[in-house]
Every structure is written in C-alpha cells, then in structure tokens.
C-alpha cells in the first residue's frame, strides 16, 4: 500500500529563515516521490522530483529535497524563506504504476516579515 | 505553451442537479487525470484515462460519477444528482506518459459547491 503523511499541517517561519517541510512516505515498491506548491485559486506546481538518480535533489526557486529510504523521508527544505514562499506544499508519492499519485494533506507555510 | 485548462472556474449547482465539468490536457499528453481536493486536504485521485479509454476509475465514489474522453484528448467529468458532500475542487492533471516518473501537468481546478 502507499501512503504519504505530511507532519505540521502549518508551518511558519521568519523571511529569510530555513524552511523545512516534513514528508514520510510508505510504499511497497521504490518510489518516485514529487513536491508541489499551490498559490491561492491555482493549480499544482511541480518544485521538484526524485526519481533515483540522485538522493539530493534541487528544484525551482531556491528548494531541495533529499531522498532517504532509512528513513522513507523526503524532506523538502530551502536556506533562506522570501514572502513570496507563502503557499501550500504537497508531497505525491507515484509508485510507477501510472495510475494515479498519492498526496500528502498538505502544508501550508507562512512567512513572517 | 498552453498548460491544462479546466472550464468552468466556478460552478454552483442544487442538490440534485447534474453538472459537467471540462478538461482540456496539453496536446500531446496521453494521460489524463482527475482529482478531487476537498478543503484543507490533498489531491485524492479519482480516474485514470490513457488515450481514450479508462484504465482505472478506482477512484469513483460511486457511480454518479462518469467520466469520458471520447477523442484521447478532452475530457469531461460528469456528476449526476449531486449532493452536498460532492462540493470540492476538482482538479484534471495530464502526463507525457504514465509512470516512468513523468510529472502530472495540473490545471487551476473547477470549484464546486453543491447547495
């Protein structure tokens, strides 16, 4: 069975502060394993992937995420937070079957000035 | 390029009544997608078409819902006798090729509330 869960349904940090965003995954096969961000009356943006190249990955504006099977963890994390961060993140879980992704509820990150 | 259009943005429907909702994937894209994120939660899958056929409706919650793709590239989801819990966004994503790690292309979501 797949799974994601998605720790800290809100999440808030100071501008220019780390961002870390939690997510676990179960699965039953290797996983690809996606983050997404989500303005406001928009739809999903891809920020990254991992699909086992590389455990670390780096994606748009500024955020990396790293791949632990130890863990079955991909945390999605940026140095430095900007107001423009402000949005909800999911992470999908796509257990190459083609079917469908399965989603995390989301974290939604405010930045504080 | 053009991404994923859905149409309309907003629909607000009775109970009862039937709705259509459109999607309109990025040419070239053989998979198609439609979710449904209820509020405060994740994208939660419902059918799967690759061309034009549905190669897994698992999602469905029964059978009120229907989808088709008749052309392998437009698709329209298709709610009868709505009721109130069917209220969401409804969000069509589409894909290169299904699996093999291609990224699911999502469109800004159809909101409906059912009243």
């Known amino acids: 069975a797949q799974s994601v869960t998605q720790l800290g349904s809100h999440v808030s940090v100071s501008e220019g502060a780390l961002v870390l965003l939690r997510c676990n995954y179960s699965?039953?096969?290797?996983?690809?394993l996606f983050w997404y961000v989500q303005y406001p009356n928009q739809g999903l943006q891809l920020l990254l992937k991992y699909t086992s190249a590389a455990t670390l990955v780096k994606g748009i504006n500024g955020f990396e995420a790293e791949f632990k099977k130890s863990e079955t963890s991909f945390h999605l994390t940026k140095p430095s937070a900007h107001m423009s961060d402000a949005a909800e993140y999911f992470c999908?879980?796509?257990?190459?079957?083609?079917?469908?992704?399965?989603f995390g509820t989301g974290t939604s990150l405010t930045v504080i000035p | 390029g053009a991404g994923v259009s859905q149409t309309p943005s907003n629909k607000v429907t009775e109970k009862g009544k039937y709705v259509e909702l459109r999607c309109d994937p990025i040419?070239?894209?053989?998979?198609l997608y439609w979710y449904r994120q209820s509020l405060g939660q994740g994208p939660e899958f419902l059918i799967y078409f690759q061309g034009t056929g549905a190669a897994d409706d698992s999602g469905l919650p029964n059978d009120r819902f229907f989808a088709v793709r008749p052309e392998g590239s437009v698709s329209t989801l298709k709610i009868q006798r709505t009721e109130r819990g069917d209220s969401a966004v409804y969000l069509c994503?589409?894909?290169?090729?299904?699996?093999?790690?291609?990224?699911?292309?999502f469109g800004p979501g159809t909101r409906l509330t059912v009243t």
């Open positions: 699965s039953s096969v290797p996983p690809y």
């Open positions: 040419s070239g894209h053989t998979a």
């Open positions: 999908a879980l796509d257990p190459n079957t083609g079917n469908q992704f399965y």
């Open positions: 994503a589409s894909s290169l090729n299904p699996g093999q790690a291609y990224e699911q292309y």
